[in-house]
């Protein structure tokens, strides 16, 4: 299957990731609550047509999450926030749940917390022999893309920006909300939060 690459389309933007779960659970669905969103510029976006690619993209992730998430999502402090609209991508984009399960959290379990230039690169060549898709896109999409992953490890807390290399890696601390919804849907995308294997495996 193809990556979806539509982290272009936005960063993590957690803050109007809420808005949007917010008028999801008042309006009781994705239609009417897509309406709201549109007619009111709820996302505050510049021109309606980047309001469109804005609230599509944000839906589109925010599809994926249980209703417990959701409503986690609608409710919580900026951490949790944060932790949700990450979930949400791990659980929509798996080039970037991959590249945080794989790289970063190997990285981090060898005690190399040092996140490198030549480590997202070989992690994109790596994946290009699976996925082609990677190899035909355009320098600028490329870089968008790159850029647009490693703000959105910054938002969600696995990456501390650093001078000379690309930052450094640490692992998120998830409140108890953060972990019961996780872990009541699948305990697996706790590896987008660079859980180890053995500690999720125990919950």
Known sequence: MSYNLSLTAASLRPELARIVAECYIEAGGWEPAKASILSSNALQSRSASSSIRLERELRRRLATLTNDQMILLSQATAEDRAAMAWLATCKSITFAFEFASEVLREKLEAHDVVLR???????????????????????????????????????????????????????????????????????????GFLVSDNEFSNL
């Open 117 to 191: 230039h030549s480590d997202y690169e070989a992690y994109v060549e790596n994946k290009g022999v699976a996925h082609p898709e990677l190899n035909r896109l355009a320098p600028s999409s490329k870089a968008k893309i790159r850029r647009n992953l490693l703000g959105m490890l910054n938002e969600a807390g696995l990456l501390v920006k650093g001078a000379g290399a690309v930052g450094t890696i640490q692992r998120p601390v998830l409140s108890p909300e953060v972990l019961r919804v996780i872990t009541s849907d699948s305990p697996r995308w706790l590896a």
